[in-house]
């Protein structure tokens, strides 16, 4: 049964940032289906977009893996040989909770779970690597370097699929989108206080790009495509492809 997310039900004194401790592990379900409109469909189509881009005997990157979702719809859908999946995250109670959740489904391909930090972990010989909902956490600094390490770990004809909530970047626009997102948590059973609460925790570590962003951060890379396949409010889904 999933445990109902109410982190943020109750009026705090001081809000601190948010993190991905052992109390949003333990909600982490419930609150991405609460918050993040179409996950179930991005979740879904990373891995038939990691089945149609896997290439044999080649490693598969879930960075950032939280409870490991990506890491086994790919399990799930890919059918190359010799595949790895190895999912890293820097949150232990993340870790912790994902290698549960993967060792709970058995499958024909090896899956590695790591605690380690994104940005120092080596990667090499990949043919997929995911980025669902991390690079908002990371700093606007380091993500061009980032997603520079992931272009040469990438073996030619790979792809990254990066999911990310949009800054846009018009204000009107902007404002649009946002409304239209808190009336999505409200229908799904969020308080205004709740809706208030965390986005004040989020405000400091959760740092949005705008599509252009991302789109001229993955043409610098050397990528050879970028194409937006879903977008519901400020939610997309993106895949850059070598």
């Known amino acids: 049964m999933t445990n109902k997310d109410a982190i943020y039900s109750q009026p705090k004194s001081t809000i601190k940032d948010f993190s991905f401790d052992e109390a949003v592990a333990e909600v ?4 991405i289906q609460r918050s993040v409109p179409g996950y179930n469909t991005i ?5 038939r977009i990691a089945q149609r881009y ?27 040989s010799g595949c790895h999946i190895i999912a890293i995250d820097n949150s232990t109670a993340m870790v912790d909770k994902c290698r549960l959740h993967l ?12 605690h380690d930090d994104i940005l120092h972990c080596k990667l090499n010989n990949a043919s997929v690597v995911v980025l669902n909902f991390t690079m908002q956490f990371i700093a606007p600094d380091l993500r061009d370097q980032l997603i520079g390490k992931i272009y040469a770990a990438l073996r030619p004809g790979g792809v990254l699929i990066l999911s990310e909530k949009l800054r846009h970047e018009n204000q009107k626009g902007d404002s649009l989108l946002i409304d239209l997102h808190h009336e999505f948590k409200r ?54 492809v070598k």
Not at 43 to 47: A, R, Y
Not at 59 to 74: E, R
Not at 210 to 229: E, Q, Y
Request: some cysteine; proline content about 2%; glycine content about 4%.
């Open 103 to 114: 060792n709970a489904f058995k499958s024909d391909i090896p899956v590695e779970v790591i």
């Open 43 to 47: 979740i879904d189509n990373i891995g």
């Open 187 to 240: 229908n799904n059973g969020y308080s205004e206080l709740e809706i208030s609460q965390k986005r004040s925790a989020l405000e400091n570590v959760m740092l949005l790009d705008s599509l252009d962003d991302h789109k001229a951060r993955i043409n610098n890379a050397g990528f050879s495509d970028f194409l937006l396949w879903f977008c519901c409010f400020n939610f997309a889904s993106m895949v850059a």
């Open 54 to 80: 896997a290439q044999k005997d080649s490693n598969i990157y879930d960075l950032g893996c939280s409870l490991g979702a990506a890491s086994l719809t790919m399990r799930r859908l890919i059918n190359q």
């Open 28 to 31: 982490f379900p419930d609150m």
